[in-house]
C-alpha cells in the first residue's frame, strides 16, 4: 500500500512512520503541504497517486494557504482516499474552542473557559474564572504559548497586546490539580497506550515543556471518557489529555487530532508507529 505522509518536513515522527510502514510491507513517503497543487478538471494531483493519506503536522501559512491545504483533503476523502485524522476532525482539534465547545455540548467536563475578541471582554472573564487562569493560543500543542495568570494588572497588559496583535483571547480557569495529568492514545475506539505525565519545575505536564512520562493504567471510567472525547471531535487517531481536578473529578483539556508519540511510545512499550500503519491500511481495505 502506498501512504502519502502530509507534514511541514521530515521529523521523528515522519521517519517513524516510515519505518513502520516499511517493515510491514508498506511504502510510505513524506510529503511538504507546502508543494501540494490541484487540477480541478482531472486526477493527477499527487495525493491520487496514493492509497491513502495520514496527516502529521499543518505548517504555518497564510489563511488562504491553511484553507486550501484542508480543501486538498476534503477533496482527497471524496474522492474515496482514506484520510487520517478526517479533514473535519483537524478542523475541530485545531481550534481550541471549537474542541472546547464539542466536548461541553456533549457534556464531557472541561475547565470553565472564555474565548474573546477585546481586552475588555476578557479582563471581565478573567476576574469571572477567579482571577487565575490559563491564557492558550486558539491554535497550537505541546504547552507552547500557553501562560498562567493571576495578577489584574499583567492580565490587563496581555490582553491588550493580544488584541492589538488581532489574536484570540482564550481563557481557562486554571484548575488546581495533583501535578500530573493522563495522556490516553486512542486508535480506532481502544486505547492502545496511556502514561502519565508529571510536572517538572512548571504547572503544565508536557513532557515537551520538561514534565516526565511513566506508564499508567486506565480506569474503566478514564477509558470510556477518552473514547467519547475522541467520538464528540470525529478522531479515529486522538492523543486525549485527562486531568483531575480537586475533588477527584476528571477534566478533558484536550484532544490532538495529530498526537505525538516520541515519549510514550518507550515509556508504555508500544510501537504506535505500526499500530498507527496498520489502522490506516484497515481503513483503505474496508
Known sequence: MRIAILS?????????????????GHTATPIDFRTLSANVNSATDVLAEFDAVLVRTMPAGSLEQVVFRMDLLHEAAARGIPVLNPPRAIEVCVDKYLTTARLARATIATPPTAVCQRSDDALIAFEALGGDVVLKPLFGSEGRGMCRITDEETAWRTFRVLEQTGQVIYLQQFVKHPGWD??????????IASMRRTAGNDWRTNVAQGGTAERATLSDNEVSLALRAAEVVGCPIAGVDLLPGPTSELYVIEVNAVPGWKALAPTCGVDVAKEVVRFLTRESRS
Open 182 to 191: 493522563l495522556r490516553a492514545f486512542v486508535i480506532g475506539g481502544r486505547v
Open 8 to 24: 511541514g518536513g521530515t521529523g521523528w515522527h515522519v521517519q517513524d512512520v516510515m519505518r513502520a510502514a516499511t517493515e510491514l
